[in-house]
């Protein structure tokens, strides 16, 4: 059946994928999208690719094409579950990643700064591991950021104290 062709190639897929063969991952993966939105546009199926996906662009060194997969993964998670939902903020953490190695920090600030700490700390508390890794995430961008200012020096120091 289509299901067990679209379970069949997520496997395949992700063995590619954890054994460190991007590329091939990256055919199979493709095909099971195509798949999935054939039969099951709404299904989780297509989330889970497309950060499949995206994972294999960004270890291909194909930085652009990820940023597209996560923005708009990140995109329809919010209008499917809400903005402080766990895997709605986890989106936002990968596309945060997206957008640092393509090194647009502005964006990747603001996201963090404006949406996504501020909904982290209220929704899941500010000791959870993924509210840390969000801190983390702005506290190494501001000191990567060719732009820096002594401010956001200060700023990236704090928070790693904190």
Same mark, same amino acid.
């Given at each position: 059946t289509d299901g067990n062709r679209c379970n069949v190639l997520m496997v395949l897929g992700n063995a590619f994928l954890l054994n460190g063969r991007p590329e091939e991952a990256l055919a199979v993966l493709k095909a099971q999208l195509a798949l999935c939105r054939r039969y099951w546009p709404n299904a989780q199926y297509i989330h889970t690719t497309q950060c499949n996906i995206a994972s294999c662009l960004t270890l291909l060194g194909r930085h652009d094409?990820?940023?597209?997969?996560?923005? /708009?993964?990140?995109?329809?998670?919010?209008?499917?579950?809400? #903005? &402080?939902? /766990?895997?709605?903020?986890?989106?936002?953490?990968?596309?945060? #990643? &997206?957008?640092?190695?393509?090194?647009?920090?502005s964006e990747a600030k603001t996201l963090l700064r404006e949406q996504l700490l501020p909904v982290a700390r209220q929704s899941l508390g500010s000791d959870h591991n993924l509210t840390l890794t969000l801190s983390e995430q702005l506290s190494e961008?501001?000191?990567?950021?060719p732009a820096a200012t002594s401010d956001d020096l200060l700023?990236?120091?704090?928070?790693?104290?904190?």
């Open positions: 094409e990820a940023l597209v997969f996560d923005r /708009e993964i990140y995109e329809r998670r919010v209008a499917t579950s809400g #903005v &402080s939902h /766990e895997s709605s903020i986890l989106s936002g953490n990968n596309l945060v #990643v &997206s957008l640092r190695y393509g090194a647009q920090f961008m501001l000191e990567e950021d700023e990236a120091e704090t928070i790693m104290q904190d």
